[in-house]
């Protein structure tokens, strides 16, 4: 890869000066490439092959790989759907796995995803992310985020009443098992996240960086997360419970608030740091005997978008 990373090189400091993720991006797209020479030898040397690898590098590898081969993070979307899978990685008594291995469990994990994208109900869309994280022994969970290009009609961000809690709907039953207030706040911070434009000729390739949660009731997110308490004697009431036109806006505004303003600053994150998936859900939690509190918890990934020239990495596809 020397001389095309060379030759590369000069190709951005001639045409895209100003593109500094582009810069980084010759490195990742090389990482990428190597990876899948790495699996590509494997495969047709099944019997030869001493390459080994540490779980740990292979999942951060695999990941790298599958979302250049088929992840969109740099779209615009009017909704997404997660959804979990996991799958086995071989290890041996030392906690290596083989390159052969790896080349087989990342195979079954397209497969996996296949289905999953395939089952998603949207007239339009792309994955948006994958995730890896490492479980116990040997197991491997996969999130997808799967978004929704098509173009949303509505008028503003949000105009009417939701029911507070996992897919109650709305107030007037609309949507009822469905979705919930929570839904509609991630799908509009997604769609509204901040991007990463790319010059031409080059498209976004996203490594997961981070991810957390936020209920609310800590000391980096409290006032920003939506959260609620009182007393264990008193209930919440139905007005409580139901998120009106303006209290949907005022709590939207105020997690876009914390997410992409306060949040990258307390991490320290660079400018090139992209919302990879959310997933807002409704909690209603009791400490007896001495409080109630509802809340949504938020489950937030982030990533490194960076900027790939297509010649060096192929550009992704549908599975």
């Known amino acids: 890869f020397s001389c095309t990373k060379e030759n590369n090189e000069s190709v951005i400091k001639n045409e895209a000066n100003d593109c500094q993720s582009c810069k980084a991006g010759i490195e990742l797209a090389n990482k990428i490439n190597k990876f899948k020479e790495r699996l590509a030898y494997a495969r047709e040397n099944v019997y030869k092959d001493g390459d080994e690898m540490t779980k740990e590098e292979a999942i951060e590898n695999m990941e790298l790989l599958i979302n250049a081969s088929h ?36 195979e079954n994990m397209q497969l996996q995803v296949k289905d999953v994208f395939d089952n998603v109900d949207y007239q339009e869309k792309h994955i948006v992310s994958v995730i890896l994280n490492e479980g116990d022994g040997n197991v491997v969970q996969v999130i ?48 509204n996240r901040p991007s990463i434009v790319c010059p031409e000729g080059y498209h976004v390739v996203i490594g997961i960086d981070y991810s957390n949660e936020f209920t609310g009731n800590d000391t980096q997110s409290s006032g920003y997360i939506f959260y609620m308490e009182k007393s ?65 918890k938020n489950y937030i990934s982030y990533g490194l978008a960076y900027c790939v020239q297509d010649e060096v990495l192929a550009p992704p596809f549908n599975p």
């Open 144 to 191: 997808t985020t799967t978004g929704d290009k098509e173009p949303d009609p509505g008028n503003g961000p949000f105009q009417d009443c939701w029911w507070y809690g996992e897919d109650m709907g709305m107030c007037d039953g609309t949507y009822a098992g469905e979705r919930d207030g929570g839904d509609e706040i991630a799908d509009e911070l997604f769609e």
């Open 71 to 106: 992840g969109f993070p740099g779209e615009e979307y009017k909704q997404i759907t997660i959804d979990t899978v996991e799958f086995t990685l071989p290890l041996n008594p030392q906690g290596m796995v083989s390159a052969t291995d790896v080349a087989t469990s990342y």
């Open 232 to 296: 264990y004697n008193s209930s919440f009431t139905d007005p409580e419970k139901q998120l009106i036109a303006y209290e949907m806006n005022y709590w939207y505004n105020k997690e876009y608030e914390f997410l992409f303003s306060i949040l990258p600053v307390y991490e320290n994150k660079p400018s090139n740091w992209l919302m990879a998936s959310i997933k807002i859900d409704g909690n209603e939690h009791y400490n007896y005997p001495v409080k109630r509190w509802i809340n949504h």
